[in-house]
């Protein structure tokens, strides 16, 4: 066997991949109250009442709104509260979510 002189070992660094993002998004519709969605952006976003007030706003203008911005697990989870929470009130809020 023969012994080799200057050799070194070199360890290999996996790099560490950062997780997908995800929108979850509010749809408007003619039925949900302003003021519910402002109290699920609120509560299950953890938005100022001022910012919710302006998502709020720009799902009622423009149709769809951006509520926040989360690894996938979390964003379905988000999802999943804001349908339940959506479904207790009997309102027909859509939530979705999407990669960015």
């Keep these: 066997m023969s012994e080799r002189k200057g050799s070194t070992a070199v360890k290999e660094r996996n790099k560490v991949q950062e997780p997908s993002l995800y929108k979850v998004l509010l749809h408007n519709d003619d039925y949900t109250s302003m003021e519910f969605v402002v109290a699920i952006l609120e ?52 939530c979705t979510m999407e990669e960015v």
């Design 43 to 94: 509560k299950v976003f953890k938005k100022s009442t001022l910012e919710a007030s302006k998502i709020m706003l720009n799902v009622h203008q423009e149709g769809v709104g951006i509520a926040g911005v989360y690894v996938r697990e979390i964003s379905e989870t988000k999802v999943a509260v804001v349908q339940d929470l959506a479904r207790q009130n009997e309102y027909p809020l859509r």
